[in-house]
Nanobody
Framework: QVQFVESGGGLVQPGGSLRLSCAASGIIFRTYTMGWYRQAPGKQRELVAAITSDGSTDYADSVKGRFTISRDNAKNTVFLQLNSLKPEDTAVYYC???????????WGQGTQVTVSS
């Protein structure tokens, strides 16, 4: 059974920081590209950051220089460090695991990040 446990969301003031974690089980974690997506009210879900099985990373332009994605294959966990947070970063953040061959795509339950003074 595939399961993701996300944590680290919450309420933070503009300029603050958070660290999101997503612990996966039921998959061969090291073989998956792991990603963080977010969805704000009334908007489509968008990719925030991704890290491949070999450690290559990619970021949305809106978060470059502020967010950092990393992974710990020994702990089956992916992290997202969020710095210099802005109100427009407010959204539900979802963990994603993707493997192209054979195609498998899994989602976490989401964790709320709210940036407000």
């Amino acid at each position: 059974q595939v399961q993701f446990v996300e944590s680290g969301g919450g309420l933070v003031q503009p300029g603050g920081s958070l660290r999101l974690s997503c612990a996966a089980s039921g998959i061969i974690f090291r073989t998956y590209t792991m990603g963080w997506y977010r969805q704000a009210p009334g908007k489509q879900r968008e990719l925030v950051a991704a890290i491949t099985s070999d450690g290559s990373t990619d970021y949305a332009d809106s978060v470059k220089g502020r967010f950092t994605i990393s992974r710990d294959n020994a702990k089956n966990t992916v992290f997202l460090q969020l710095n210099s947070l802005k109100p427009e970063d407010t959204a539900v953040y979802y963990c994603n695991a993707l493997r192209p061959r054979p195609f498998q795509n899994y989602w976490g339950q989401g964790t709320q990040v709210t940036v407000s003074s």
